[in-house]
């Protein structure tokens, strides 16, 4: 009979969980198990905390659906999606960074032609981003495509809505042959994470600020190069100190440049005034 003590239960459990058939697999559960019980006899686990956490695990599982993606936000939160990312993407310091990709980015957006507008009928300053892809030569990365989506000016994406007729702030717009792209939007605003879940439920028991700086998603992955998750925030936006998730990074901050009526980088003009902001993404090749 297999005799287990307080002193011999993680040994025990490590070695079962050794016999995973994948040796990654093995890898990944040993060392789970191990960090699992050293946290519970550093703390010093009561069966009621216990019995919490399993709770909250089962409510973040309840509230999550296609559309919420509550486990996504909770690792977001405790900042180990951003260590993940960071691990994965250790680019040339002269590459664009990553950061989080976060629970509301949707698949299968239109494509918008140059400088397309991804905000029809929303209220906000229109926003042109334009710049170039290229790589860490400075060659132009042709037709490169770039997956953008974010939030309208009261903090809320698509994926936070029922149903909607047509795609809501996110569009994909390929660059030309020099590397040239142009995105249409509104100027995006800081926004709160979603509060009504446990995640929310947990942060509002601590003086943890549950903001995002106002920022746009950018999801580019084309052939032969390394895939990047980024946004790009506002310079001097609200939050850029405090991000709830961690995402900010110095190199993806921007300046929105206010302008006048008149001609816009789509080659257009307009009648209102407006923001422009630049910025070139630089890839880098697979090795
Ligand atoms: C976002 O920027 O969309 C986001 C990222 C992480 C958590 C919540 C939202
Ligand atoms: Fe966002």
Known sequence: ?????????????????????????????TALVRHLHEFAREVRLTEAEWMAAMQWLTATG??????????????DVLGLSMLV?????????????????????????PDLGFGGDMSQG???VPLFVHGTVR???????????????QADD??????????????????????????????RTIAPKGYTIPMDGPVGDLIGRTAISHFRPAHIHFLINEPGFEPLITH???????????????????????????????PTPDGGSIDVPWIEARYDFVLQRQA
């Open 232 to 262: 790009l925030f506002q310079e001097g936006a609200e939050y850029l100190d405090s991000d709830v998730v961690f995402g900010t990074k110095q190199e993806l901050v921007v300046r929105f440049e206010e302008r006048e009526p008149g």
């Open 122 to 124: 929303l209220a906000g």
């Open 85 to 109: 990312v960071q691990m994965n993407h250790r680019l040339d310091p002269a590459a664009t960074p990553a950061t989080v990709l976060g629970p509301f980015h949707i698949e299968g957006s």
């Open 135 to 149: 790589d860490l030569g400075g060659a132009p990365v042709p037709n490169a495509v770039l997956d953008v989506w």
């Open 154 to 183: 009261e903090g809320v994406y698509e994926a936070q809505l029922g149903e909607v007729d047509e795609a809501r702030l996110r569009a994909k717009y390929a660059a030309r042959e020099d590397g040239r792209y142009c995105v």
């Open 62 to 75: 309840q509230i999550s659906n296609e559309k919420r993606e509550e486990f996504i936000l909770a690792s």
């Open 1 to 29: 009979m297999q005799l287990v003590t307080e002193e011999n239960i993680t040994d025990l459990a490590v070695e079962r969980w050794a016999t995973a058939k994948d040796p990654r697999l093995a890898e990944l559960m």
